[in-house]
Each structure stands twice: as structure tokens, then as C-alpha cells.
């Protein structure tokens, strides 16, 4: 089983600045992918970024971008240059690499982010 | 972009009645899932699907619940017997055999 911690439930940040949402996560699966995904209030679940597990080089998404550490089995959200239209709920979540079947997402519980002018 | 598409958006139903809830995977997708959120709250799964038939599920998911894909692009949740405890907003989400899964805009069900 996997669990997810996301140990800051809300965070603020003002516009055009930098912020990380951190996450760490326990499995005892090798082979994985990492997620980020945002709830912004319409409540829609957008994808935001993902990692390989096994690749070491740490993926970025125009402003996003991850901290990946395997050993420590944490998977932080970097957000540069933040905008008014970041503002959302923030979910880490895991997913083993399965062939030929399903295989879920696990979420965390979640970071509220506030970006203010 | 294709899409996750599902319905109703919203309904309000009352204790006791069943109901169901519509997806649309996206396109040559494989995997489909439910998931659902009650306010406030986190994300729950509740079951996953393949190749016509339940690869996982939860302990949420109990006798009340089942899933269907009886035409080969629909998905559909039903719970029989709808509790209040049963409100909470319901995504449907696919997958193709790569490994992002897309997630619809969500079911929001008031149970009263």
C-alpha cells in the first residue's frame, strides 16, 4: 500500500513569486510515477506535471517544476513567476508502473495555495 | 484536445433512490477508473476497469456500487440504494497504456 503526506495544508504566496509544495510518499514498489495535479474552485482535476520514478533528471513544466529524491521519497512542487490563476487545491500522487492492468492514483491530502497580488 | 467527458453534472437525489452516473472515456483509452471526493475532503478511489471487468476496488466500494461499460464507449458508476454519506463529487478518469490519467470535470451528487 501506498501512502502520501502533504504536510502543508495551506500555503500563500504573492503573485510573480516563487513557491514549493512539498510531498513525500511511501512504497515499496521500484518502479512508480509521481503526479502532481491541481483543483482549482471549479473543482476540475487538472494534471500539472509528472515524474518517472526511474528517470533522475527532474521534470519541468514551463513554471512547474519538481524536486525529485528517490532515497528520501519526496516529490516537491516548485511554482516560479506565480499567478493569480495558480490559485488551487494541490495533490501529490503516486502511481505504480503496471503492465496490462489497471493500477490507481493515491492522493495526499492535499495543499491549499493562495496567490495574492 | 480530447477529453473525459461525464453527466450529469450535477444531481440532487433523495435517500434510497438509485442512481447513475455517465462517462465517456477519451478515445482508444484502456483503463478507466472512479474516484470520488467528499467536500472538503480527500481524493478516495473506489474502483478501476479493464479489459470489460474490475481490476481493483475499494473498501469503499461495497454491494451498493457497480460499474458498467455496456457499449464500448460509455463508463458508468451506479449506486443502488443512495445514503446521505454518499454525497461527494465523482470523477471518472481513463487512461490509455501510457501512464496519465485524464480526469473528467466530475459528478457532484447531493444525496437528501
Known amino acids: 500500500a501506498q501512502t502520501v503526506t502533504q504536510s502543508q495544508p495551506e500555503m500563500s504566496v504573492q503573485e510573480a513569486e516563487t513557491v514549493t509544495l512539498s510531498c513525500t510518499y511511501d512504497?515499496?514498489?521500484?518502479?512508480?510515477?509521481l503526479f502532481w495535479y491541481k483543483q482549482p474552485p471549479s473543482r476540475q482535476m487538472i494534471l500539472v506535471i509528472r515524474q518517472e520514478a526511474y528517470k533522475q533528471q527532474n521534470a519541468t513544466e514551463n513554471r512547474f517544476s519538481v524536486n525529485f529524491q528517490k532515497a528520501a521519497k519526496s516529490f516537491s512542487l516548485k511554482i516560479s513567476d506565480s499567478q493569480l490563476g495558480d490559485t488551487a487545491m494541490y495533490f501529490c500522487a503516486p502511481r505504480v508502473h503496471n503492465t496490462g492492468t489497471a493500477s490507481k492514483l493515491t492522493f495526499g491530502t492535499g495543499t491549499r495555495l493562495q496567490v495574492t497580488l | 484536445e480530447p477529453e473525459v467527458t461525464q453527466t450529469p453534472s450535477h444531481q440532487v437525489t433523495q435517500m434510497g433512490q438509485e442512481v447513475i452516473l455517465r462517462c465517456v472515456p477519451i478515445?482508444?483509452?484502456?483503463?478507466f477508473y472512479w474516484y470520488r471526493q467528499i467536500l472538503g475532503q480527500k481524493v478516495e478511489f473506489l474502483v478501476s476497469f479493464y479489459n470489460n471487468e474490475i481490476s481493483e476496488k475499494s473498501e469503499i466500494f461495497d454491494d451498493q456500487f457497480s460499474v458498467e461499460r455496456p457499449d464500448g464507449s460509455n463508463f458508468t458508476l451506479k449506486i443502488r440504494s443512495t445514503k446521505l454519506e454518499d454525497s461527494a463529487m465523482y470523477f471518472c478518469a481513463s487512461q490509455a497504456a501510457g501512464n496519465t490519467i485524464y480526469f473528467g470535470e466530475g459528478s457532484w451528487l447531493t444525496v437528501v
Open positions: 478515445s482508444n483509452h484502456l483503463y
Open positions: 512504497t515499496s514498489e521500484s518502479n512508480y510515477y
